[in-house]
């Protein structure tokens, strides 16, 4: 069979809109298979593709993110942004790039080297890794593992000890100060973040992410999508894990870690040039990989918001859901303070961890219930009277009280 | 040489290895490291045989390692806890010099 | 097409040759190359990222053999929680007397390996006295989460509430273990 005669058979699962980000891969197995390489080979360079195509389009969306965020904060903040390099500053990033690669490289000489390397790297890999598991597309998941949420987690605890690696081998007060907050906080919002992905394992019965969102199919009442944020245990559990996705991405208001004010850059302080890029590049990626995960449990996917829009390509409501998640994060970013170390690890432990906890009995009733109206009056009071006393006691004994301004007279 | 008897070898020298750094180290902390590295060589064993070994539809290895892996957590939070306690009151891990009940 | 079909296993890649020993092979000499250097360097945050590396190396070798849900509960539980909290309370404690260490060096050793070779001897000697198993390996032994879930929760549910009591317990403990003697907890009443 000629090539031609090949492509043509693969036609409808190849050029259709729906399939077009598995075109490499599927060119390069075909191209392959043409030329009568071994299955092994077939499968590997099919990987090897599909793991360059997540990338790349991760890759140039975290040029893209730097850019648009720094644009963004700036109209928050009333200015510009940076407008000078290039049309609207669209060659920002390569300017950036231009930047952190050209820079000197510079190693403290308290530092332990061969840590001082390796740990921007191992903080870059398990985002990718995160990356490989969530599912872009109907047709599209990089690695469809039937642990996939599991994979998930495991890969982002890794950081946790590459963040440590970062602050104690540039062997500085500042950065060790930085890495044990970062620390603190990453594994304390670890535990919410778990504990809300559970009540969805609970009601898919799957820990696999594709199977995940074919659960979120379907519309009730013809027109609200049956996506996990519209019940109550998933809205409780939808937001516990947006805000608990802020504290894990070290992002403002809880990038007590890397708060310039403070502590310089905390454990990023003695890095420089493309060390630097790469700690940037990992924590952008890593945001695009749980506010991936985070629409795949909570906002159906790739699945439609209306019923009549099953015609437009599945990756293309992922990618849309996913520029809505992370302008959100930005806008949040732009608009609130930095928290206090305290207030964080109380927020936590006292208020998100109940809270979390609570979603589990209420997505079981759910679940065991069967949804419905019935689901609504049983598991809506579970949820709202806890919510009503945490918030009612911190209000009396943690909000800050009224302030009074004296003003100079005269 | 079958799987089997690598995969208990190499459970064998690692809980040899995690005994050598408990009765070698001073440092309370590199003593935990010890007793985690002896109850991963168990682990391994578990999972050897229940790979290897006669077919077991229970899953009793693996959910034996689940269970052994939960409270080996916990006892390093605990252990650890103590040791930062023990710390606060007199400034050292080590534990040579912790060889007096009171004060 | 070959994966619009779920790799249920991670270790699937492996199972080409099943009872293939190149991964076992290559992954047991660098865990032992780990675990030796995690019990004898001196410095002790290098001890500790040596242990975390062995125990994510165990992860690895869980993978690779096919039991992929407890590969990833060790990366988690063992790397993910263990290493940090071994490694946070080193950055507490901050040991650093490490030419002491390497002066009683000879000594601490030579006692060490007397009393542990015996038990090496043992425990080698057992393994090779190993011979016949009754018979083999299934191919690739059953492990499906939802078989876990179920097994777990039928046949080893007080095993699991006992667990669950026991963490409670010592995350209760910890924290109490972990607070300042002498002050009682209090809330900063500024903002």
Redesign the interface.
């Known amino acids: 069979m000629s090539l031609l005669d090949r492509l043509q058979q693969a036609a409808p699962?190849l050029w259709s809109p729906e399939w077009l980000p598995r075109l490499p891969q599927r060119l390069v197995?075909i191209l392959l298979q043409y030329f009568g390489a071994p299955?092994?080979l077939?499968?590997l360079a099919?990987f090897l593709v599909a793991a360059a195509t997540v990338v790349a389009v991760f890759l140039s969306g975290f040029a893209l993110l730097s850019l648009v965020e720094r644009k963004t904060l700036a109209r928050i903040q009333n200015r510009i942004g940076p407008n000078r390099a290039g049309w609207f500053g669209i060659l920002q990033p390569v300017a950036d790039g231009i930047k952190m690669l050209t820079k000197e490289d510079i190693v403290p000489a308290k530092a332990e080297w061969f840590?001082h390397l390796a740990a921007p790297i191992l903080i870059v890999v398990p985002s990718i890794l995160a990356l490989g598991v969530i599912p872009y597309g109907r047709?599209w998941v990089p690695?469809?593992?039937?642990?996939g949420l599991?994979?998930f987690?495991?890969a982002?605890?890794?950081t946790?000890?590459s963040v440590?690696?970062a602050g104690?081998a540039s062997g500085s007060k500042f950065p060790?100060l930085g890495?044990?907050r970062a620390?603190?906080q990453m594994?304390s919002y670890e535990l919410p973040l778990m504990i809300s992905a559970l009540g969805v394992i609970m009601v898919t019965?799957?820990?696999?992410l594709?199977a995940i969102v074919a659960k979120q199919a379907g519309f009730h009442l013809g027109f609200i999508p049956a996506w996990n944020l519209f019940t109550p245990w998933g809205l409780s559990a939808g937001l516990i894990f947006y805000v608990a996705s802020i504290a894990e991405a070290n992002r403002c208001p809880f990038d007590l870690p890397e708060g310039e004010s403070e502590i310089v850059a905390g454990h990023m302080t003695e890095y420089s040039g493309f060390k630097y890029a790469l700690f940037f590049m990992g924590e952008y990626l890593g945001l695009f990989a749980i506010s991936g995960l985070g629409i795949t449990l909570f906002l159906g996917g790739w699945q439609a918001p209306l019923p009549g829009l099953g015609c437009v390509p599945s990756w293309l409501w992922f990618f849309a859901k996913m520029v809505v998640v992370i302008m959100s994060y930005l806008w949040i970013r732009g608009t609130f303070p930095r928290v206090r170390i305290?207030q964080l690890m109380?927020f936590a432990w006292l208020c998100l961890i109940p809270m979390a906890l609570l979603t589990l009995p209420a997505a079981a009733i759910w679940h065991y219930v069967g949804g419905g109206l019935l689901g609504w009056l049983t598991t809506v009071p579970l949820l709202l009277i806890p919510w009503v006393i945490l918030t009612v006691l911190y209000n009396r004994?943690?909000?800050?009280?009224t302030r009074t301004y004296t003003f100079a007279e005269s | 040489?079958t799987?089997?008897?690598?995969?208990?070898?190499?459970s064998?020298?690692?809980?040899?290895?995690?005994?050598?750094?408990v009765?070698?180290?001073?440092?309370a902390?590199?003593i935990?490291?010890?007793i985690?590295?002896m109850l991963?060589a168990a682990?391994?064993n578990f999972?050897?045989f229940?790979?290897?070994?006669?077919?077991?539809?229970?899953?009793t290895g693996?959910?034996f390692?689940?269970?052994s892996?939960?409270?080996?957590?916990?006892e390093?939070?605990?252990g650890?806890?103590?040791?930062?306690?023990v710390?606060?009151h007199t400034r050292s891990?080590d534990l040579n010099r912790l060889d007096s009940l009171h004060g | 097409?070959?994966?619009?079909r779920?790799?249920?296993?991670?270790g699937r890649i492996f199972s080409?040759s099943y009872?293939s020993?190149t991964p076992?092979?290559i992954l047991?000499p660098l865990?032992?190359l780990a675990?030796?250097g995690?019990?004898w360097k001196a410095r002790?945050?290098h001890?500790?990222?040596l242990?975390?590396l062995?125990?994510a190396l165990?992860a690895v070798?869980?993978l690779t053999?096919?039991?992929?849900?407890?590969g990833?509960?060790?990366?988690?539980?063992?790397?993910?929680?263990?290493?940090?909290?071994?490694?946070?309370?080193?950055?507490?404690?901050r040991?650093g007397d490490e030419a002491e260490?390497l002066a009683?060096r000879p000594r601490?050793?030579v006692?060490?390996?007397v009393?542990?070779l015996p038990?090496?001897w043992v425990?080698?000697h057992v393994?090779s006295r190993?011979g016949n198993?009754?018979?083999?390996?299934?191919e690739n032994?059953?492990?499906?989460?939802?078989?876990?879930g179920q097994?777990?929760f039928t046949?080893?549910a007080p095993?699991v509430l006992v667990?669950g009591v026991?963490?409670t317990a010592?995350?209760i403990?910890?924290a109490l273990?972990?607070r300042?003697?002498g002050k009682k907890p209090q809330?900063?009443s500024?903002?």
């Open positions: 699962a197995e299955g092994w077939v499968t099919g840590l047709e690695v469809p593992l039937e642990l599991l994979f987690f495991a982002g605890t890794l946790e000890l440590f690696m104690w060790m890495a044990m620390i603190s594994v019965g799957s820990l696999s594709p305290d109380r004994r943690m909000a800050p009280a | 040489m799987p089997l008897t690598i995969l208990l070898t190499l064998t020298f690692l809980f040899t290895l995690g005994l050598l750094a009765l070698t180290r001073r440092n902390i590199l935990l490291v010890g985690e590295l991963n682990n391994v999972i050897a229940w790979r290897y070994g006669p077919p077991d539809p229970d899953l693996p959910l390692v689940l269970f892996i939960a409270i080996a957590a916990a390093a939070a605990v650890l806890a103590l040791i930062l306690m710390f606060r891990t | 097409m070959v994966w619009t779920p790799i249920g296993r991670i080409l009872l020993m076992l092979l047991s865990i032992l675990a030796l995690a019990v002790p945050v001890a500790a990222l242990l975390a062995s125990l165990i070798l869980y053999i096919g039991a992929d849900f407890i990833l509960v060790q990366f988690m539980v063992y790397v993910g929680a263990v290493a940090v909290l071994i490694v946070f309370s080193l950055l507490i404690t040991p260490e009683r601490s050793v006692t060490g390996l009393c542990t038990v090496l425990l080698v393994v190993l198993l009754p018979a083999g390996a299934v032994p059953v492990f499906s989460v939802a078989h876990v097994v777990l046949r080893y095993a667990v026991l963490l010592v995350m403990g910890a273990f972990a300042e003697p809330c900063p500024d903002s």
